[in-house]
């Protein structure tokens, strides 16, 4: 015998609400493919200026993520556990990227990190290196934008976590350090890989703060969301092809990594 | 002195104040038991380090772990004090062995010699089949072992258990005392019992100590607590009759006195704990109608008003405490040495299952 589903429906305002808010993002996306030279794709997409800009967008933005989990962990533990003067400034500042318009933050980061900068111009001075137009400027730029997405759902996690466990292992003797990476870090996994796929995405689609301050330079500083902006004023086609790539790319990732990693335990 | 020396003063929420203070010897267990938010709980914390004291001393083998006068506090992780908590706080992204083992490798012991530990406590304590297996696969009572060898595992010098039964159900409760009883006398350091619970102070506890809002309403050992309760709340916690025998079918033969007595309760056969509430029991002149096997013939002991009731405390066969109303008490003329008859109907007369060798006779 084959188990019996009660079949609910739905209330019509949240299913017609609910449906427009669908909308919103699936419109999009069938203009596109109305759009697509499907018989020219192929070859669109195999182009020097769109293999390059693949490259340096997946490279940049894993890298970018890399440096998020590394630094953006440790951060926003500094902010949930330790109370410190000026706690809610740093939190806020921290922060500010997700509202901040990318440029801003891009220019900011020129003055801060350029030829000129406060910080830029000693290292330059000293050896020479300049991050402004490298790729690691592209590295920089998607740190700045994507890490705050990272910090914010660690934190919040961190916050969650019931305290007495912590306690618990630190009565086994267990020093801070221990304690955050044996019974700490394991609890607050799920959300910190929700945090570091956010992380990525918003790296990968980084365009403002990274034409501000790494400039636009094919295949060392024009990620695909730059070679899109770049063909849309020359080849439509082209820009075109290179969307749905970035289509493709993301979608492919956030389904595989919403199942495997995302979930929570629970069927998302 | 060697042992636990504590004077815990500790500002609770809602305005009052903990302000207890307690020693134990090596090889003592003591019993701090009081109602749900006494502060009890504010003591765990307090001697394990995780709240520090506003005022007194924890000095433990000697050495200061906590005195704010001094400006001494010592973290939680260089106390040496093992803690089994009331919900266990077992982790579950780490298997029963690696639990256990978590101690001694945070202490800074060798991986080997660490899985040899916890192997041997898990051994010990009969949950070696168990060790691949995470917290959230285990019984409760699996749990509770689990929390133990985990505390043992770091060779604490004060052993310290919170509400370590009160997670479990009624029937698993009477087994895991007698385990707990067993390996608490394994321990050679002194052992800290937290409970609000009567039987498992009584039963597992060298000494009792009864916290009532925050401060001590009495210090002894079963047996002063039971015959000269300090406070009604005392004599209410204390007023259950203990007795220690052994169940057939409903007859009960009692191990430390010459009278049978016949429960309603046929489900348990053997060793068993029985208890009999103080206002189970009935008093007469004379000898009452009823089943005469739970009827007989005594002396009144002693006669102590507490308030509202009067605890009469009656003398062989069966040395049980009775509440009564200090009416009752005038009607049936009951002084030190009057002969009365007592009775109690066989359902009011509870079993569980006990070891054979739990502190008994305490009535």
Redesign the interface.
């Known amino acids: 015998m084959t188990r019996r589903k009660i079949r609910q429906r739905a209330p019509w305002p949240l299913l017609v609400l609910g449906s427009l808010g669908a909308a919103v993002f699936v419109l999009p996306l069938i203009g596109l493919a109305t759009r697509t030279p499907w018989s020219r794709l192929r070859e669109l997409v195999m182009s020097d200026v769109v293999v390059d800009a693949l490259k340096l967008s997946l490279m940049t933005s894993v890298l970018a993520a890399a440096i998020s989990l590394l630094l953006g962990v440790p951060l926003a533990w500094l902010l949930a556990r330790v109370e410190f003067p000026g706690r809610r400034i740093v939190r806020a500042i921290v922060t500010l990227p997700m509202v901040l318009p990318p440029v801003v933050g891009g220019a900011a980061l020129l003055f801060a990190l350029g030829r000129r900068g406060v910080i830029g111009e000693p290292i330059n001075d000293a050896t020479g290196f300049l991050l402004p137009f490298s790729v690691w400027g592209v590295v920089v730029a998607n740190v700045f934008v994507a890490m705050p997405f990272l910090v914010v759902t660690v934190e919040g996690a961190l916050r969650n976590v019931d305290g007495r466990h912590e306690a618990a292992a630190a009565t086994l003797g267990a020093s801070r350090l221990t304690v955050f990476r044996r019974i700490t870090l394991p609890m607050i996994a799920p959300s910190v890989r929700a945090g570091l796929v956010l992380a990525w995405a918003r790296a990968l689609g980084e365009f403002g703060a990274t034409v501000t301050f790494a400039g636009n330079l094919q295949g060392r500083t024009q990620t695909l969301p730059l070679a899109v902006f770049v063909a849309l004023e020359q080849d439509r086609d082209t820009a075109v092809a290179i969307s749905l790539v970035l289509v493709a790319v993301s979608l492919a990732v956030l389904l595989l990594l919403r199942d495997r990693w995302w979930s929570n335990g629970a069927d998302l | 002195m060697n042992g636990l020396d504590a004077h815990l003063v500790v500002q609770l929420a809602g305005g009052f104040y903990l302000d207890v203070a307690f020693s134990i010897a090596p090889g003592e267990t003591l019993a701090l038991l009081g109602p749900n938010g006494a502060g009890k709980s504010t003591a765990v914390d307090v001697l ?3 709240t520090p004291l506003d005022d007194g001393h924890v000095v433990l083998n000697n050495r200061v772990l906590d005195a704010p006068a001094d400006d001494v506090f010592v ?9 089994v ?1 009331q ?1 266990y ?1 077992l ?1 579950d ?1 780490l298997s029963v062995l690696e639990n256990v083992m ?2 001694p490798l ?2 800074g012991e060798r991986k080997p010699q660490a899985k040899a530990m916890a192997n041997e406590l898990l051994e010990r304590l009969d949950m070696q089949g168990l060790s691949s297996r995470t917290p959230p696969q285990l019984s409760g009572g699996q749990a509770q072992r689990v929390a133990l060898a ?2 043992l ?2 060779q604490p010098d004060l052993l310290l258990l919170d509400e370590a039964l009160a997670a479990l159900d009624v029937t698993t409760r009477g087994t895991l005392r007698r385990v707990l009883a067993q390996h608490l006398s394994d321990f050679s350091g002194p052992r800290l019992l937290i409970t609000h619970d009567p039987t498992d102070a009584f039963l597992l506890a060298d000494r009792i100590a009864i916290v009532e809002d925050g401060s001590l309403s009495q210090v002894g050992s079963a047996e002063d607590i039971r015959r000269r309760p300090a406070t009604p709340y005392v004599a209410a916690l204390a007023g259950t009759n203990l007795l220690v025998g052994t169940n057939r079918a409903g007859f009960l033969t009692l191990d430390h006195h010459g009278h049978d007595l016949q429960t309603a309760d046929t489900s348990i056969d053997g060793p068993v704990l029985i208890t009999v509430h103080p206002t189970a029991i009935a008093l007469h002149r004379k000898q009452p109608s009823g089943s005469p096997r739970n009827t007989w013939q005594t002396r009144v002991v002693s006669v102590e008003p507490l308030g509202d009731t009067t605890r009469i405390t009656l003398g062989d066969p069966l040395p049980l405490g009775v509440d009564i109303t200090p009416g009752a008490t005038a009607a049936l003329n009951l002084h030190e040495g009057a002969a009365v008859w007592a009775s109690v109907k066989a359902t009011e007369i509870t079993v569980t299952p006990a070891a054979v060798n739990v502190k008994s006779g305490r009535n």
Do not use: K, P, Y
């Open positions: 394990a380090g995780l973290v939680a992780e260089q106390r040496r004090i093992g803690v908590f919900d706080l982790f992204h978590f101690g945070a202490l985990r505390a595992a770091t």
